[in-house]
């Protein structure tokens, strides 16, 4: 297993991330907890200390289940990662609930890791009102020994994100950012590890194969790949993306069977960064995956200025692009609730003054109906 360094701690470079942990007949409320205790047996027998969990994983079963599992071990001999929901708006002001009860549901007295959970669009104004007491909680604990280290994780734009750092910024001492090489660009997670470099914050990895989507690809694409490295698996590419950017500290895999953990551990034996031709060409598989579902947006704003609705076109068919090729998901939804309802996709009246302007003859107001659609609206 290979180890990073954080602060005085060496950390598996992969994490097992329980938000997809074995079910009984297909219930993700029902955890398999045999499965889960030889999962979590072969994990720790094959270097791996780092365990992430959360609140709302399998309906609130997750840290339930890694609990029992780990409460095998002696508690200094892995580290345990859970946060707190501002995901779900009524949590706020629920800061030291929820805590307490996430400390008896995982049967520790302390956490190694604790996060904000998903700093984005719709929560980001209430993450920064003090007036709520999660970030002074936190801070408390942190003091009082029962979080060790304090960080968050976002799904949120590098705007989100900057204005969280400016609000917390001297207390986050790491995040978690969704990253695999088909985000590098289509959700800037690029720009987000810039941005979180800038600030001196080591990067964790959620969604490497971006929900097991990236685990296999279409024959032409895989060829590509085993003509580079015939040996390497397809899943393994993305590990070895990962490897590639040295700010990257623990890649967490939400492994939902023994075999997925054991392969992923396999690949976490060696460390074998990219060159830069694997690198393009990996790259260029990702911009190809996109280009085949997403719209052309260059971002280039002529279409704003002539819409009578003042709609933030460009960052609209983003969101469009991102659930498209997703094909649903929460982030689009997500986004969406927190902009103002007149300004949000169903707003579009299909005047097609955009439309005459843009330079990719996107057909927007189609788009924008689309869209409305995909999200009820």
Same mark, same amino acid.
């Given at each position: 297993?290979?180890?990073?360094?954080?602060?005085?701690?060496?950390?598996?470079?992969?994490?097992?991330?329980?938000?997809?942990?074995?079910?009984?007949?297909?219930?993700?409320?029902?955890?398999?907890?045999?499965?889960?205790? /030889?999962?979590?047996?072969?994990?720790? /027998?094959?270097?791996?200390?780092?365990?992430?969990?959360?609140?709302?994983?399998?309906?609130?079963?997750? !840290?339930?289940?890694?609990?029992?599992?780990?409460?095998?071990?002696?508690?200094?001999?892995?580290?345990?990662?859970?946060?707190?929901?501002?995901?779900?708006?009524?949590?706020?002001?629920?800061?030291?609930?929820?805590?307490?009860?996430?400390?008896?549901?995982?049967?520790?007295?302390?956490?190694?890791?604790?996060?904000?959970?998903?700093?984005?669009?719709?929560?980001?104004? /209430?993450?920064?009102?003090?007036?709520?007491?999660?970030?002074?909680?936190?801070?408390?604990?942190?003091?009082?020994?029962?979080?060790?280290?304090?960080?968050?994780?976002?799904?949120?734009?590098?705007?989100?994100?900057?204005?969280?750092?400016?609000?917390?910024? !001297?207390?986050?001492?790491?995040?978690?950012?969704?990253?695999?090489?088909?985000?590098?660009?289509?959700?800037?997670?690029?720009?987000?590890?810039?941005?979180?470099?800038?600030?001196?914050?080591?990067?964790?990895?959620?969604?490497?194969?971006?929900?097991?989507?990236?685990?296999?690809?279409?024959?032409?694409?895989?060829?590509?790949?085993?003509?580079?490295?015939?040996? !390497?698996?397809?899943?393994?590419?993305?590990?070895?993306?990962?490897?590639?950017?040295?700010?990257?500290?623990?890649?967490?895999?939400?492994?939902?069977?023994?075999?997925?953990?054991?392969?992923?551990?396999?690949?976490?034996?060696?460390?074998?960064?990219?060159? !830069?031709?694997?690198?393009?060409?990996?790259?260029?598989?990702?911009?190809?995956?996109?280009?085949?579902?997403?719209?052309?947006?260059?971002?280039?704003?002529?279409?704003?200025?002539?819409?009578?609705?003042?709609?933030?076109?460009?960052?609209?068919?983003?969101?469009?692009?991102?659930?498209?090729?997703?094909?649903?998901?929460?982030?689009?939804?997500?986004?969406?609730?927190?902009?103002?309802?007149?300004?949000?996709?169903?707003?579009?009246?299909?005047?097609?003054?955009?439309?005459?302007?843009?330079?990719? /003859?996107?057909?927007?107001?189609?788009?924008?109906?689309?869209?409305?659609?995909?999200?009820?609206?």
């Amino acid at each position: 297993m290979i180890y990073k360094n954080f602060q005085n701690l060496k950390l598996s470079a992969l994490g097992m991330g329980t938000m997809r942990l074995p079910v009984i007949s297909g219930d993700d409320s029902c955890v398999d907890q045999e499965a889960v205790n /030889q999962m979590t047996s072969c994990a720790i /027998q094959s270097g791996i200390n780092y365990f992430d969990t959360a609140w709302g994983y399998h309906s609130g079963q997750s !840290e339930l289940a890694i609990g029992r599992a780990l409460a095998a071990y002696p508690r200094e001999s892995f580290y345990l990662a859970d946060k707190f929901p501002g995901y779900d708006l009524s949590n706020m002001g629920k800061a030291k609930e929820i805590f307490e009860k996430q400390l008896e549901k995982c049967g520790v007295e302390y956490f190694d890791f604790y996060l904000f959970h998903n700093v984005c669009e719709l929560n980001i104004n /209430q993450y920064l009102d003090r007036s709520y007491g999660t970030y002074a909680y936190l801070l408390e604990q942190k003091k009082n020994g029962r979080i060790r280290h304090l960080g968050f994780s976002a799904h949120g734009s590098c705007e989100v994100i900057e204005r969280f750092l400016e609000a917390y910024g !001297e207390a986050m001492e790491f995040c978690q950012l969704q990253i695999n090489y088909l985000d590098w660009d289509f959700q800037e997670a690029r720009k987000k590890v810039e941005l979180l470099r800038k600030h001196g914050i080591p990067v964790w990895v959620m969604e490497p194969l971006r929900g097991g989507s990236l685990a296999s690809l279409k024959p032409e694409h895989e060829a590509r790949l085993r003509a580079l490295r015939p040996d !390497e698996t397809i899943p393994a590419w993305a590990f070895r993306f990962l490897q590639s950017i040295p700010d990257v500290t623990v890649t967490l895999s939400g492994m939902s069977n023994l075999e997925q953990l054991k392969q992923n551990i396999a690949t976490f034996e060696t460390d074998k960064p990219l060159n !830069e031709t694997e690198m393009a060409t990996l790259l260029s598989i990702a911009e190809e995956m996109v280009k085949k579902i997403a719209l052309p947006c260059t971002a280039c704003r002529y279409c704003t200025s002539h819409c009578p609705q003042g709609l933030n076109i460009p960052s609209l068919l983003a969101l469009y692009n991102e659930h498209a090729f997703s094909n649903g998901g929460f982030i689009a939804p997500m986004a969406v609730s927190a902009i103002e309802e007149d300004k949000r996709p169903n707003a579009c009246i299909g005047c097609r003054s955009c439309e005459a302007v843009c330079p990719q /003859q996107i057909k927007i107001s189609e788009a924008m109906a689309d869209f409305s659609k995909m999200l009820g609206l």
